[in-house]
């Protein structure tokens, strides 16, 4: 069994920068590739950003480049979720997940955390 816990999520300003924690715990967390999610309003939950077990591979989404980082602290169990120069329509519930195979972390992960709220205001 995995443990996901997100924390970091609160209200901030457009154009300003937050940064999302996910404390694992459980199994080895240094084999298992980890990503984050998020779900809006009213929206179906999508695909954020994700991370290889050595820290080597990232992926992200097309609509958070260049705004988002993803990484990982083995050592602490931990991976961040970097944002920057965030906007309205970055309101979400924000969620970890993980897996085993980097492969379907994106469809099928095996573990979620239970979230944590990002409000943007403009």
């Known amino acids: 069994q995995v443990q996901l816990v997100e924390s970091g999520g609160g209200l901030v300003q457009a154009g300003g920068s937050l940064r999302l924690s996910c404390a694992a715990s459980g199994r080895t967390f240094s084999t298992d590739a980890m990503g984050w999610f998020r779900q809006a309003p009213g929206r179906q939950r999508e695909f954020v950003a994700a991370i290889s077990w050595s820290g080597g591979n990232t992926v992200y989404a097309d609509s958070v480049k260049g705004r988002i980082t993803i990484s990982r602290d083995n050592a602490k169990k931990t991976v961040y979720l970097q944002m920057n120069s965030m906007k309205p329509e970055t309101t979400a519930d924000y969620y970890c997940?993980?897996?085993?195979?980097?492969?379907?972390?994106?469809?099928?992960?095996?573990?979620w955390g239970q979230g944590t709220q990002v409000t943007v205001s403009s």
């Open positions: 997940a993980s897996s085993k195979n980097a492969v379907m972390l994106r469809t099928t992960p095996d573990y």
